[in-house]
């Protein structure tokens, strides 16, 4: 499959200028946190912790390897690798983001005037778990899918809204801010559990459809305008892409079982995460029950 993806250019394949833009966030993040802090309201207390640097540079890793590495133009090519994109992207990447950042800007960007008002309704824990997995199931309608891939603007405007939707869902599960811990441990709990439920039907809908449901994948044309997304323009109209016979040319799955197949990796992926988080929480919450329990007093 390498070689055969090579055809589409470096460009295509590695996106040095999103790259560019990650490396820029990082950058960006090492001055506020670091040598300008006190420039923004930070002090000598506020510098963050090897493992919240260790979390934001991992996520940034993460944004680009799901956005800007070859991932990216294998997502417009098999639902399989769309699937793997949309788990990292969506599941793992807030997680990174949210735990990376120090309290202290999380503060400041709740207390922003315009978006104070904003982010403490879509943050809320109903609102926000049933956000996300409403726009997460309708993004997967074979319809709204199929429009996502036919330009580049539609397709960041609804990656922003649900990954918008993504932060608020595991916002009330990992805040770092006291005053905005709204679910208690045992409630998160449940929480996590009712985000599995929720997440299924579009989940069972791709994996048990009975044919290929997605033009982008199956449709000669839809798919080319999917490749203009992340290939140039003069290398994708320099080949010929009727020759390769649509996306089987670079897998060797049939359009049904690379459907099948993301639809299950999908739900093994978000289990494995949530099961993570959901561990952290349970013994996180064990521990300080125990720490609450009255020693037996001594016998004497």
């Known amino acids: 499959?390498?070689?055969?993806?090579?055809?589409?250019?470096?460009?295509?394949?590695?996106?040095?200028?999103?790259?560019?833009?990650?490396?820029?966030?990082?950058?960006?993040?090492?001055?506020?946190?670091g040598p300008l802090r006190h420039k923004f309201g930070g002090s000598n207390q506020s510098v963050p912790t090897g493992k919240q640097q260790f979390s934001f540079y991992l996520g940034m890793l993460t944004l680009y390897l799901v956005k800007g590495a070859p991932?990216?133009?294998l997502s417009h090519i098999s639902l399989l690798a769309h699937m793997i994109q949309m788990a990292l992207f969506y599941l793992l990447f807030p997680i990174l983001i949210i735990r990376g950042i120090p309290g202290w800007i999380w503060r400041k960007v709740f207390n922003i005037k315009v978006l104070k008002p904003i982010l403490n309704l879509f943050t809320k824990p109903l609102i926000a778990i049933f956000l996300f997995n409403f726009l997460f199931s309708i993004y997967h309608l074979p319809d709204i899918l199929?429009?996502?891939?036919?330009?580049?603007?539609?397709?960041?405007?609804?990656?922003?809204?649900?990954?918008?939707?993504?932060?608020c869902m595991w916002w009330p599960l990992i805040t770092p801010l006291e005053e905005q811990q709204r679910i208690k441990p045992l409630f998160k709990i449940f929480y996590i559990f009712a985000n599995g439920v929720l997440i299924t039907p579009a989940c069972g809908l791709?994996?048990?459809?009975?044919?290929?449901?997605?033009?982008?994948?199956s449709n000669m044309e839809a798919w080319s305008n999917a490749?203009?997304?992340?290939?140039?323009?003069?290398?994708?109209?320099?080949?010929?892409?009727?020759?390769f016979n649509g996306p089987e040319f670079?897998?060797?799955?049939?359009?049904?079982?690379?459907?099948?197949?993301?639809?299950?990796?999908?739900?093994?992926?978000?289990?494995?995460?949530?099961?993570?988080?959901?561990?952290?929480?349970?013994?996180?919450?064990?521990?300080?029950?125990?720490?609450?329990?009255?020693?037996i007093p001594n016998q004497s």
Request: glycine letters at 4%; proline letters at 3%; one cysteine or more.
């Open 1 to 33: 499959m390498w070689t055969k993806l090579q055809i589409f250019g470096f460009r295509a394949l590695w996106s040095p200028y999103f790259l560019l833009f990650v490396i820029a966030l990082s950058l960006l993040y090492y001055l506020i946190t």
């Open 71 to 73: 991932v990216d133009l």
């Open 146 to 167: 199929d429009f996502s891939k036919t330009s580049a603007t539609a397709h960041s405007i609804i990656s922003i809204v649900i990954l918008f939707a993504a932060f």
């Open 206 to 217: 791709i994996i048990f459809a009975p044919e290929s449901l997605y033009e982008t994948y």
């Open 227 to 243: 490749l203009s997304l992340c290939v140039p323009f003069d290398v994708l109209s320099g080949l010929n892409t009727t020759a």
């Open 250 to 295: 670079f897998t060797d799955m049939s359009l049904l079982h690379d459907q099948q197949a993301g639809g299950i990796l999908m739900k093994v992926m978000q289990e494995i995460i949530y099961g993570i988080v959901l561990g952290k929480v349970f013994f996180s919450w064990y521990r300080k029950e125990n720490r609450d329990i009255d020693p």
